[in-house]
């Protein structure tokens, strides 16, 4: 995978229902791919299912509707959506304690959140996820994909408990994922007219079954038969009691699942130069979980893994994700038995495979030559990422993030002082005056011994929040208390205005300067 962010992104009319936009790079393509992502799909819905404490139709049914229809409306063609392990996680003593009837209200109410997070246009925010929180969370999803394969190499012992393979079966097992690794390493290089995923599946299943080998398959996990899903009416008591058990849940689970949606979209976004729309894809997200509830479906969001599936097979449009969903469901429907004898083997090599892809291997070099606090931010989220959640490790990246850039701010900040014809003396400050600089801001000023008129010059900065509203109303008052005046010249019209806001909380002269069309003295 190239560098991230290694392109720019420019729009190319995704995300609205063009030709181009739903078929991709062709028909053919595109189903092909969709078949490669359902397969992947099965094992990984059945995992979180048992993750949640559910039954297993409740996470395929999930996959299937969200995946749909969420590449219907959604604003990422080429992106595959399901069941995710990071909402799983939640769900799980939501489950434990009330019950699944309360899950599916809360995955209701989960979309209902989620449109309106696209109808209010909240979607853009995403862009102050900085460059070295998006590295992180490539990176720290990477390994968690890795991490969640490590199950399929357990088996059930005698007594009943999972134990890991050894001897002849996980030789097998080894043997099968590198020769699937293998295929897809080499396919591309001989044709790309086949997908290199779904080749490696189909030789390795070939083989097994052909050969009557025994090992690991999709079946020894759970059976996957099950019928079309049917609308469920919600039975939970529709009052406020109600409200107040799932509204908690309904927000941790919209916001990671609009977290992890959106960060996907960017990836993408970059892999394929283009360009997704972000508000479109919270509202598309919002309709499959809203649907996904009211049909016994445990709601879900963006799978990076299956996302990376699609695109390295050819998948660029929407036919591609409902193509998956709709091949998951005859999987449910018809073809159980048969994709119950697929080997694990091939599914765990595809996702290793997708592992290598996924991982941003150039942050090695990267480390050594960004700023160490570039470098101690994508750590922290990809092992934040892996210790907790996706949803937690970029608030928290952000969060440090922005606290390191507010400290280095508050050291940019310095005041050239000069006595004026007049006897008036100037402080003119140059950067931004927020709450991380306040107390040197404070010790430029001498109230004291400087002379009857102060005049503090802000061509070069700015008012940025409260704190430096307070900041200057208390060294107004230090002055007036010595009998003196101070006044602010050359404000910006935000800072003006920001100063107008605060009111009777701010008593300070604002100077008019006729050559600098926004000084006012209407503050004074």
């Not at 999987?331 to 697929?342: A, N, Q, T, V, Y």
Request: net charge negative; charged share 15%.
């Amino acid at each position: 995978m190239d560098s991230l962010y290694s392109r720019i992104a420019t729009p190319a009319g995704l995300g609205r229902f063009s030709a181009k936009g739903f078929w991709g790079c062709g028909i053919k393509t595109e189903v092909l791919s969709g078949l490669t992502v359902a397969l992947a799909l099965v094992p990984e819905a059945v995992a979180f299912a048992i993750i949640a404490n559910v039954n297993p139709l409740v996470g395929l049914y999930a996959a299937f509707m969200v995946g749909l229809l969420a590449s219907i409306f959604g604003g990422r063609p080429g992106m595959i959506s399901g069941a995710t392990g990071a909402m799983a996680v939640v769900m799980v003593h939501l489950v434990s304690e009330h019950g699944v009837e309360y899950l599916f209200a809360a995955v209701v109410l989960t979309g209902l959140i989620q449109i309106s997070v696209g109808v209010l246009r909240l979607g853009k925010f995403i862009r102050i996820v900085p460059h070295p929180v998006m590295l992180g969370f490539v990176n720290g999803l990477a390994i968690v994909i890795f991490l969640a394969q490590l199950s399929q190499f357990k088996v059930t012992g005698e007594d009943g408990e999972l134990q890991w393979m050894s001897g002849t079966p996980m030789l097998v097992f080894c043997g099968f994922i590198a020769l699937t690794m293998g295929i897809m390493f080499f396919l591309p290089k001989l044709t790309k007219a086949f997908p290199s995923a779904l080749a490696g599946i189909l030789v390795v299943s070939v083989l097994v079954i052909g050969l009557n080998i025994d090992t690991k398959t999709v079946g020894d996990i759970a059976s996957i038969k099950g019928g079309v899903p049917a609308f469920k009416p919600l039975t939970v008591p529709m009052n406020f009691e109600t409200l107040g058990i799932i509204l908690p849940y309904g927000l941790i689970l919209a916001a990671i699942g609009l977290i992890e949606s959106l960060l996907t979209m960017t990836l993408i976004d970059e892999m394929t130069d283009t360009r997704g729309r972000g508000n479109r894809e919270c509202v598309g997200q919002g309709i499959a979980n809203s649907v996904c509830g009211l049909f016994g479906g445990m709601g879900g969001c963006a799978m990076i893994g299956q996302s990376m599936i699609n695109i390295n097979s050819g998948g660029r449009g929407r036919l591609s994700g409902i193509s998956a969903a709709i091949f998951l469901l005859c999987f449910i429907l018809f073809g159980s038995g048969l994709i119950e004898k697929i080997p694990m083997a091939a599914l765990v090599g595809v996702m290793f495979m997708v592992v290598i892809a996924t991982f941003e291997w150039s942050s090695f070099r990267i480390l050594k030559k960004t700023p160490p606090k570039d470098a101690f931010v994508l750590i922290l989220v990809s092992g934040v990422t892996v210790m907790t959640d996706l949803a937690i490790a970029v608030v928290v990246g952000v969060i440090v993030s922005a606290l390191i850039f507010a400290w280095e701010h508050a050291r940019h900040i310095h005041v050239v002082v000069r006595d004026d014809e007049d006897g008036s003396r100037t402080y003119e400050l140059n950067g931004p005056l927020f709450f991380g600089c306040i107390h040197e801001f404070r010790d430029f000023f001498d109230p004291a011994n400087d002379p009857d008129d102060v005049v503090i010059e802000f061509m070069n900065s700015r008012v940025v929040d409260h704190s430096a509203i307070e900041a200057i109303d208390n060294l107004a008052e230090k002055y007036r208390k010595a009998g003196k005046t101070l006044h602010l010249r050359h404000l910006s019209e935000d800072c003006r205005l920001l100063l107008h806001k605060a009111g009777d909380m701010v008593e300070v002269n604002v100077l008019e300067d006729p050559n600098y069309a926004v000084a006012d003295d209407e503050l004074g």
